[in-house]
């Protein structure tokens, strides 16, 4: 049965920063590209960051240079570094995993950034 379970969200004033967790059982992060959705009120889910078995990354545009994804395979966890949060960044953050056209999601975690 797979898992993904998310922590570190929560509240904090814009210019802070947050690092959310998602732990997986029942897959492995290190062989399958995994990543982060957010969904804010009103808007459409939208990709975050991900990372390849190979490490690559991407990144939508509006977090370059603030968000960085990480994996540690040792732990099988992704992260999700998340610095100089701004207002429009607040939402609720998805973490997925990729597993041959599988996709697998958590429970999803908030994230507010106060102005």
């Known amino acids: 049965q797979v898992q993904l379970v998310e922590s570190g969200g929560g509240l904090v004033q814009a210019g802070g920063s947050l690092r959310l967790s998602c732990a997986a059982s029942?897959?492995?992060?290190?062989?399958?590209?995994a990543g982060w959705y957010r969904r804010a009120p009103g808007n459409e889910r939208e990709l975050v960051a991900r990372?390849?078995?190979?490490?690559?990354?991407n990144y939508v545009d509006s977090v370059k240079g603030r968000f960085t994804i990480s994996r540690d395979n040792a732990k099988n966890t992704v992260y999700l570094q998340m610095n100089s949060l701004k207002p429009e960044d607040t939402a609720v953050y998805y973490c997925?995993?990729?597993?041959?056209?599988?996709?697998?999601w958590g429970q999803g975690t908030q994230v507010t950034v106060s102005s």
């Open positions: 997925y995993g990729n597993v041959v056209g599988t996709t697998y």
């Open positions: 029942g897959i492995i992060f290190s062989t399958n590209t």
């Open positions: 990372i390849t078995s190979d490490r690559r990354t």
